[in-house]
C-alpha cells in the first residue's frame, strides 16, 4: 500500500480529524485511484468499529469518526463522480427508521453514484411512507436499506409491507446492509439481496438493474 493510502486509513482509524480530508487530496494529488482512497477510509473506518468494541475508543469518538468522514468524502466525491453519472438506474437509499447510523450507507451511495447509478439518498430515520412516495416520484428500480440496529430490524418488513401495499413491490427490488443484518434476515424480511459491504452492494444493484 502507497504511504499516502495508509495515512489515509490511519488518520480515520487514529481520529486525527484535521489530517482526513488533506489526507484524502494528498492521496488524489498522488495519482492513488479514488476508489482505492475510498476503500481505505472504510477500512480505516471498520478499525474505529473495532476499538470501540474493545472499550478504546468511545460514543463521542464515533460521533467525531463520522464528522471527519463526511469531511473526507466531500473531498473525495467530485473524482468518484466524474464517470457517467445517473444512467444505470434509480436507487432510494436510506438508513430504516429509528436508526441514525450513516457511514456506511453514505460509503454504498459514493460507490453507486460513481459506479453510474441515480440515488436518492433519503438519509436516515426513514419511515416505509417517506420510501413509497420516493420510490414513486422517482420511479426508482431499486431500494437499498441501511440497517445496524437489532431493535430495529423489523423496519425492513414494514418497507416490504408497504411496497406491496402501494403496488409497488414487484417493480423494486430491495436489499439490506449494515451490520446487523445476515442472510437468515433477510430470507425472513422477504428482500431480494444482502451487501456485506459497499463493493458486494454495487454487484447486487448491477444485478438487480441487469
Ligand atoms: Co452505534 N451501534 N449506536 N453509533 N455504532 C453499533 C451499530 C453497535 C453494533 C455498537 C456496539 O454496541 N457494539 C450497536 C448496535 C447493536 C445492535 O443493535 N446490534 C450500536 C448502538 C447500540 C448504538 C446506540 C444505541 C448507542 C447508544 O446511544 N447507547 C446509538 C443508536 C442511535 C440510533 O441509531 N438511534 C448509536 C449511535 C452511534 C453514533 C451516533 C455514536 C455513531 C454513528 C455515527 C454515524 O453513523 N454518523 C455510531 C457508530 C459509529 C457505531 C459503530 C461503532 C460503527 C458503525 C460504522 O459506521 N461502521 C457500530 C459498531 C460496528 O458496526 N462495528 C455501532 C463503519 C461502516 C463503514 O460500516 O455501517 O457496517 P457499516 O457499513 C458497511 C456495511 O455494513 C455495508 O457497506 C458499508 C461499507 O462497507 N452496508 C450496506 C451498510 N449499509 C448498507 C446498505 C446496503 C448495502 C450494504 O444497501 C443495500
Known amino acids: 500500500m502507497g504511504d499516502q493510502l495508509a495515512k489515509v486509513k490511519t488518520s480515520v482509524s487514529e481520529l486525527d480529524l484535521d489530517a482526513i480530508a488533506p489526507s484524502v487530496q494528498e492521496a488524489l494529488d498522488a495519482g492513488e485511484e479514488p476508489a482505492l482512497i475510498l476503500a481505505n477510509m472504510a477500512d480505516g473506518m471498520a478499525a474505529v468499529g473495532e476499538l470501540f468494541e474493545k472499550g478504546e475508543y468511545f460514543l463521542a469518538d464515533l460521533v467525531l469518526a463520522g464528522e471527519g468522514m463526511k469531511e473526507g468524502l466531500e473531498v473525495l466525491e467530485p473524482h468518484l463522480e466524474a464517470g457517467d453519472r445517473g444512467g444505470k438506474g434509480t436507487v432510494v437509499l436510506c438508513t430504516v427508521k429509528g436508526d441514525i447510523h450513516d457511514i456506511g450507507k453514505n460509503?454504498?451511495?459514493?460507490?453507486?453514484?460513481?459506479?453510474g447509478y441515480t440515488v436518492i439518498d433519503l438519509g436516515t430515520d426513514v419511515s416505509e411512507d417517506e420510501i413509497v412516495g420516493a420510490v414513486r416520484a422517482n420511479n426508482a428500480g431499486?431500494?437499498?436499506?441501511?440497517?445496524?440496529?437489532?431493535?430495529?430490524?423489523?423496519?425492513?418488513?414494514?418497507?416490504?409491507?408497504?411496497?406491496?401495499?402501494?403496488?409497488?413491490?414487484?417493480?423494486?427490488?430491495?436489499?439490506?446492509?449494515?451490520?446487523?443484518?445476515?442472510?437468515?434476515?433477510?430470507?425472513?424480511?422477504g428482500v431480494d439481496a444482502l451487501g456485506r459491504d459497499a463493493v458486494e452492494a454495487i454487484r447486487i444493484f448491477e444485478g438487480f438493474f441487469a
Open 142 to 189: 431499486a431500494v437499498g436499506l441501511s440497517v445496524l440496529l437489532t431493535p430495529m430490524v423489523d423496519s425492513i418488513s414494514d418497507v416490504v409491507r408497504a411496497l406491496e401495499s402501494a403496488g409497488l413491490r414487484d417493480k423494486v427490488k430491495i436489499a439490506i446492509g449494515g451490520a446487523c443484518t445476515t442472510q437468515e434476515l433477510a430470507d425472513r424480511m
Open 107 to 115: 460509503l454504498v451511495a459514493t460507490m453507486l453514484s460513481s459506479a
